[in-house]
């Protein structure tokens, strides 16, 4: 194959990759607007629930990649609504922990259930291999991201902690 095809073709990919994220996020935010919720509000009721407790906004915004003060604004709005719930910590009361209201909880388990049903609908027709495949795939590329994005960083580690980090949260909203 001549360079330039190839180019082309790490660009190709590029684009599948970008498109396919943005349409299914887009396919989740229509589940959860549909169950009352926003995208990002179903991911702190996530976290909120499945981290260990007590779960700080550094600790969220940890989990979903995203900056402390977008994590923190989204919690403030959460606040408002009634569906989280912030608790000054007895031992240092710099710390704010965050906890899910009945209202959250109430919130999370229609929302979960119907992205649950649009997920498996998304992948239906994937075989068990090919889904295999592609997470395979996605650590590889994964993989050379963290290597580019921390470099001198132990990549194999962050890896490997994401991918423990990951399991244990899917198994817990799995339940």
């Not at 991911?43 to 499945?50: I, N």
């Not at 999370?108 to 994937?126: D, G, M, N, Y």
Request: net charge positive; glycine share 2%; with cysteine.
């Amino acid at each position: 194959m001549v360079n330039s095809e190839l180019e082309n073709l790490d660009w190709r990919l590029l684009r599948m990759v970008y498109q396919t994220y943005t349409r299914v996020k887009s396919c989740l935010d229509q589940v959860f607007a549909e169950q009352g919720l926003t995208s990002e509000q179903y991911q702190v009721l996530a976290a909120t629930k499945y981290l260990d407790a007590p779960v700080r906004i550094t600790d969220i915004a940890r989990w979903l990649e995203r900056s402390t003060n977008s994590v923190s604004m989204i919690v403030d709005r959460m606040v408002k609504t009634g569906l989280l719930k912030r608790v000054r910590d007895r031992g240092d009361r710099r710390v704010v922990n965050v906890f899910l209201t009945n209202k959250g909880e109430k919130a999370f388990k229609p929302a979960t259930i119907a992205a649950r049903k649009s997920v498996q609908q998304i992948f239906v027709s994937l075989s068990y291999e090919d889904k295999h495949t592609f997470v395979s795939l996605s650590k590889m590329i994964n993989y050379k991201l963290l290597k580019y994005l921390n470099p001198g960083a132990d990549t194999e580690v962050m890896l490997k902690n994401d991918i423990k980090r990951s399991d244990n949260l899917m198994k817990r909203w799995l339940k």
